[in-house]
């Protein structure tokens, strides 16, 4: 009885805690494809507390046990609710308390008290982990492994707010093998999905709700996948061949993968078909109405955005935005004449804002610049562009570019025979970093990027 009552206390403790300082606590700092323990007690001047750890100083393979169970540890002083957690210490009070022996000693934590921690805890904590832990988090226990098929979680992973988008991208050497970049973590990974066919080329067109969907190069068959969790299926063949190029939009019903979603491919000479997950079919909703002029003069950089159900992307001759609403099925086009001196431009969008991305490229000179469409007058205006300094490796060189990224965040790959660069933009805060290169696994030559899209990673989202 008296175990069972201080295990009551102790869990009281804890909720006063999150009601004081927040539910869950906040997600550790980035680490690198590692878990570490997030609790753990400190002996300080003959007192026990416990504090939240700085997760680069654990051990990944205690992550598990610390949080479920754990050894004997004496005497245990539950933490006054009146009282904050300790607060870290810098690295040069960690030095002078190893100098005068006043460091703490790690203690091990009850399994009898630990063994009962709340699960919706334990689920609130996991869902706020970064996505990247994800890669060693399914190894740590099979408890953990199976909460991917929790409705607990999933409706825990909802709650946190969407972090920086990735970039699913085929690199010019592996076709048939992806590699992912994490914008947070300035880190590549280089996933297998073993459910992707490898006797052809198949490239990532467009994705939604954590989703990525691929075409084999012949533009027969389309593939969705999860890239996180490998969640794959192949959709149905399609009613009309296609073998011209082709434009490819992804939309959700509604705001969760969970309520379906659709895919829309054109081709140049105007036919076009609608793919609904929750029918599990294509569909010919019509014909293109006349007012919008044939053929689209589609290429491989027409990648379409997505904003609110419609799917824009660019055509040519005449130059402008062509858009189909998934909802309503009504074709629209603008048109826009696109800036001069303008090359290897791109669509791209940030908070229901179409943006334009491009070399502009006048005499010898060449820069990245960026453009947002206007509502009222249906024009172009710049509204940024890459920092001179960056510009000035360009000069005098025959650059190609191939943009990436549809989310608010752009991956930019810039190449000529004497340059390899990837650069990644952010719309909102317009920020431009440098982007690590991209090395394939024992591989020393840096890669550019063939093609890719950007995705939301979410370990909930299923096929």
Avoid at 71 to 90: A, H, M, N, R, T
Avoid at 114 to 135: G, M, Q, S, Y
Avoid at 400 to 411: A, E, Q
């Amino acid at each position: 009885m008296e175990g069972l009552a201080m295990l009551r206390q102790l869990i009281g403790q804890l909720q006063d805690l999150l009601i004081l300082y927040g539910s869950p606590p906040p997600p550790p700092p980035p680490f690198h494809l590692h878990h570490q323990p997030f609790l753990e007690l400190h002996r300080h001047d003959n007192h026990h507390r416990w504090c939240v750890l700085d997760i680069n100083d654990g051990s990944a393979d205690e992550y598990c046990d610390l949080v479920m169970a754990a050894g004997k540890s004496g005497s245990f002083k539950l933490l006054e609710p009146s009282k904050p957690p300790p607060s870290k210490k810098s690295r040069k009070e960690q030095d002078r308390g190893k100098l005068l022996g006043t460091t703490g000693t790690t203690e091990v934590m009850e399994c009898e008290i630990w063994k009962e921690f709340p699960e919706d805890l334990i689920e609130a904590v996991i869902a706020r982990l970064p996505i990247a832990t994800f890669f060693r988090f399914r190894t740590v226990c099979r408890k953990w492994n199976s909460l991917l098929d929790s409705q607990s979680f999933s409706q825990h992973c909802a709650q946190v707010p969407q972090a920086n988008p990735w970039f699913y991208t085929i690199t010019h050497e592996n076709v048939n093998s992806g590699a992912m970049y994490d914008p947070s973590l300035k880190k590549w990974h280089h996933p297998t999905i073993s459910s992707l066919p490898t006797k052809m080329i198949v490239l990532p067109v467009a994705s939604a709700g954590g989703l990525v969907c691929f075409i084999d190069i012949g533009h027969r068959n389309f593939y969705v996948c999860n890239p996180l969790t490998q969640s794959f299926k192949e959709l149905p063949a399609r009613s009309v061949k296609v073998w011209s190029r082709i434009a490819v939009g992804m939309t959700l019903n509604g705001n969760a993968v969970s309520e379906g979603y659709k895919i829309l491919w054109v081709c140049c000479d105007g036919e076009y078909e609608v793919y609904d997950s929750v029918k599990n079919s294509w569909t010919r909703p019509g014909s293109m109405p006349s007012n919008i002029k044939l053929p689209l003069s589609l290429n491989f950089k027409s990648q379409a955005v997505s904003i609110d159900g419609t799917v824009y992307f660019m055509r040519s001759d005449p130059e402008g935005i062509v858009s189909y609403d998934m909802v309503t099925g009504v074709w629209t086009q603008f048109i826009i004449p696109a800036p001069r001196h303008l090359s290897d431009h791109t669509l791209a969008e940030c908070g229901g804002r179409i943006m334009l991305v491009g070399l502009l490229t006048k005499n010898a000179a060449t820069c990245v610049c960026i453009w947002e469409l206007q509502k009222m007058t249906l024009l172009w205006k710049e509204v940024d562009r890459m920092p001179n300094i960056w510009c000035l490796e360009f000069y005098g060189k025959h650059v190609r570019m191939t943009c990436l990224g549809n989310k608010g965040l752009l991956m930019l790959s810039l190449r000529s025979r004497q340059m390899n660069r990837l650069v990644t933009y952010n719309v909102k805060s317009r920020e431009w970093l440098k982007v690590p290169g991209c090395l394939v696994p024992r591989g020393r030559k840096r890669q550019w990027i063939a093609c890719g899209t950007a995705f939301h990673p979410c370990l909930t989202a299923t096929v």
